[in-house]
């Protein structure tokens, strides 16, 4: 009975690392044989990019998002305009804000030395941003591979899919439960803006115009407010930048939570976790009174995140150069 019991408990272990999609599984050792270097080749090179620039760890986390969210997990947000693609990168939440390609294409151009066409654009992005994590101070996991790289890109499912810093709180949560995450995915994931910046256009609405009424939002701590208003006037400065934690910019942490409960979440989409919903109140108290928690479940959630539709097995293709499809 017992040899019984723990060979029912790998299995479950075995399973637990594998991700079933499209009848293809995903799994860490994907690459074991076909590019056994892959991993460290990834990581060299995003560790020497976060050395030369903090903010690139944002960065490239962000990239893995807004692909995910359009068409899964297929590196689609990498292609650049040509003739039967137009381009994610113009739509309103990428249009001068998404950046890291070219880290992309350093590690792409690495891999095809080590191991022509075989590691897809789609797996580098998840595993650059599970390396930016880990450098910026935040938990590691591993990550399931094997991913395909899409032959197109959608502009109108970027412009539609990704959350924006001012929808409400129900229409960030309807695109999360789309793509089959959860509440407790919503509030771990917008964790991730523990590191970054945002723009001033992207906060502007809630400084001066909140709910049409021409004044600041009222759940934004006041202070804070004011000092932000310095750098990000009623008109122009549309791009200057703002740490979205404050605190510890550039360390992968928890006061991103604590922040909120002090009224001082930069987003209004940050900020309506902890004012909106007593579920994700409940949360961002946890995770503020608790990092390893977080932690853990953000691990969690990246995984679950990473396994949106990605294209598995003959579907897609791995492209040679990530902006462009394989002529």
């Given at each position: 009975m017992a040899?019984?019991?723990?060979?029912?408990?790998?299995?479950?272990?075995?399973?637990?690392?594998?991700?079933?999609?499209?009848?293809?599984?995903?799994?860490?050792?994907f690459?074991?044989?076909?590019?056994?270097?892959?991993?460290?080749?990834?990581?060299?090179?995003?560790?020497?990019?976060?050395?030369?620039?903090a903010?690139?760890a944002?960065?490239?986390?962000?990239?893995?998002?807004?692909?995910?969210?359009?068409?899964?997990?297929?590196?689609?947000?990498?292609l650049?305009?040509?003739?039967?693609?137009i381009?994610?990168?113009g739509?309103?939440p990428n249009?001068n804000?998404?950046?890291g390609?070219e880290?992309?294409?350093?590690?792409?151009?690495?891999?095809?030395k080590a191991?022509?066409?075989?590691v897809?654009?789609?797996d580098?992005m998840?595993?650059?941003?599970?390396?930016?994590?880990?450098?910026?101070?935040?938990?590691?996991?591993?990550v399931?591979?094997?991913?395909?790289?899409?032959?197109?890109?959608?502009?109108?499912?970027?412009?539609?899919?990704?959350?924006?810093?001012?929808?409400?709180?129900?229409?960030?949560?309807?695109?999360?439960?789309?793509?089959?995450?959860?509440i407790?995915d919503?509030?771990?994931?917008?964790?991730?803006?523990?590191?970054g910046?945002?723009?001033c256009t992207?906060?502007?609405?809630r400084l001066?115009?909140?709910?049409?009424?021409?004044?600041p939002?009222?759940?934004?701590?006041?202070?804070y407010?004011?000092?932000?208003?310095?750098?990000?006037?009623?008109?122009g400065?549309?791009?200057?930048?703002?740490?979205?934690?404050?605190?510890?910019?550039t360390?992968?942490?928890?006061n991103y939570?604590?922040?909120?409960?002090?009224?001082k979440?930069?987003?209004?989409?940050?900020?309506?976790?902890?004012?909106?919903?007593?579920?994700?109140?409940?949360?961002?108290?946890?995770?503020?009174a608790?990092?390893?928690?977080?932690?853990?479940?953000f691990?969690k959630?990246?995984?679950?995140?990473?396994?949106?539709?990605?294209?598995?097995?003959k579907?897609?293709?791995?492209r040679k150069?990530?902006?462009?499809v394989?002529s």
């Amino acid at each position: 009975m017992a040899q019984s019991t723990s060979i029912t408990v790998f299995v479950v272990l075995i399973i637990s690392t594998l991700a079933l999609v499209n009848g293809s599984y995903l799994y860490p050792q994907f690459y074991d044989r076909s590019c056994p270097k892959a991993k460290d080749i990834v990581r060299s090179v995003v560790a020497k990019a976060v050395a030369k620039e903090a903010r690139m760890a944002a960065s490239l986390l962000r990239l893995h998002f807004h692909d995910c969210f359009v068409k899964g997990c297929d590196a689609s947000i990498l292609l650049d305009n040509s003739g039967s693609v137009i381009s994610e990168k113009g739509s309103v939440p990428n249009r001068n804000s998404a950046r890291g390609f070219e880290v992309i294409d350093q590690i792409k151009a690495a891999l095809e030395k080590a191991c022509p066409q075989t590691v897809s654009c789609a797996d580098i992005m998840a595993l650059a941003a599970r390396d930016s994590t880990v450098l910026a101070g935040g938990p590691s996991w591993e990550v399931p591979l094997g991913r395909r790289d899409s032959l197109g890109a959608s502009l109108s499912g970027s412009n539609q899919n990704i959350p924006a810093p001012n929808n409400t709180f129900q229409t960030i949560l309807t695109k999360f439960k789309l793509k089959g995450l959860d509440i407790v995915d919503f509030v771990t994931l917008s964790g991730s803006h523990t590191i970054g910046n945002a723009r001033c256009t992207s906060i502007r609405q809630r400084l001066y115009n909140n709910t049409g009424n021409g004044r600041p939002d009222f759940s934004l701590d006041q202070s804070y407010a004011a000092r932000l208003r310095q750098n990000c006037p009623r008109s122009g400065g549309d791009q200057n930048l703002f740490f979205l934690d404050p605190v510890s910019p550039t360390k992968f942490d928890n006061n991103y939570y604590k922040n909120l409960i002090a009224k001082k979440g930069l987003l209004s989409s940050d900020e309506i976790l902890f004012t909106q919903n007593q579920q994700t109140m409940q949360y961002v108290k946890q995770y503020a009174a608790n990092q390893e928690l977080f932690f853990q479940q953000f691990a969690k959630s990246m995984v679950k995140m990473g396994n949106i539709s990605p294209l598995t097995g003959k579907s897609g293709q791995i492209r040679k150069i990530c902006r462009k499809v394989n002529s």
